[in-house]
């Protein structure tokens, strides 16, 4: 981390909990996020590989954070694709930031967005990914009318977070949206269940398309 992005980190961090839910020690905050050790239960080349990404494709990751996913998605769409990493908090984009630099990975554009709003454009995506963010979402439902905007003709939308149920790792229970609960505001959305790849030890996989 640049000596720079750390001084902000110090300041975050005397401040309280973020503006959008973010623990106040960003920096301690990052490392969990970026942490190998989070290989053994989030499983991401294999839920990449579910993903089933072809190089060339659009892939937009909501909730990026400092890249865990957004450089594996970078990888299976390859130099003529295009990821988007969306985060609302500056700092946690400008950890992605560095890691793109470490990494002279050319063909990811990360994104400050709004609380209400991921700031991408219409028909951009292919993928739209979401990981262990929903629950921060704002008004959801509007939220995912607004991701399904973005997306091309046979896009997908992706969410992967915890059960609703005591876990060796994850958000207090109060934090968590439950499956069910995701599935019927998808429902809401215009948004049905196309798949749902059993691969993840303490979250679901759901995969949605608009319902036409």
């Known amino acids: 981390m640049s000596a720079a992005l750390l001084a902000i980190v110090v300041l975050a961090a005397q401040h309280g909990e973020g503006k959008y839910g973010n623990p106040a020690d960003l920096e301690s905050y990052i490392a969990r996020l970026a942490d190998p050790a989070r290989d053994a239960w989030q499983k991401p080349d294999a839920v990449v590989k579910a993903l089933d990404l072809r190089p060339g494709q659009t892939a937009c990751d909501i909730g990026?954070?400092?890249?865990?996913?957004?450089?594996?998605?970078?990888?299976?769409?390859?130099?003529?694709?295009?990821?988007?990493?969306?985060?609302?908090?500056?700092?946690?984009?400008?950890?992605?930031?560095?890691?793109l630099e470490a990494a002279r990975l050319t063909n990811v554009t990360p994104v400050l967005a709004v609380g209400a709003d991921p700031l991408l454009g219409d028909g951009l995506c292919d993928l739209v990914l979401v990981v262990d963010s929903y629950h921060h979402f704002p008004e959801?439902?509007?939220?995912?009318?607004?991701?399904?905007?973005?997306?091309?003709?046979?896009?997908?939308?992706?969410?992967?977070?915890?059960?609703?149920?005591?876990?060796?790792?994850?958000?207090?229970?109060?934090h968590r949206i439950s499956r069910e609960k995701f599935v019927s505001e998808a429902k809401q959305a215009g948004l049905g269940v196309v798949a749902e790849p059993a691969l993840l030890p303490y979250q679901y996989f759901v995969v949605l398309a608009p319902v036409r």
């Open 140 to 174: 959801r439902v509007k939220y995912l009318r607004r991701l399904a905007r973005s997306l091309k003709s046979g896009g997908r939308i992706v969410n992967i977070d915890y059960e609703k149920k005591p876990t060796p790792v994850g958000p207090p229970l109060d």
């Open 64 to 99: 990026a954070g400092p890249g865990y996913f957004t450089l594996r998605l970078a990888a299976a769409v390859g130099t003529k694709g295009r990821v988007y990493g969306v985060d609302v908090e500056p700092v946690i984009l400008g950890a992605l930031r560095d890691r």
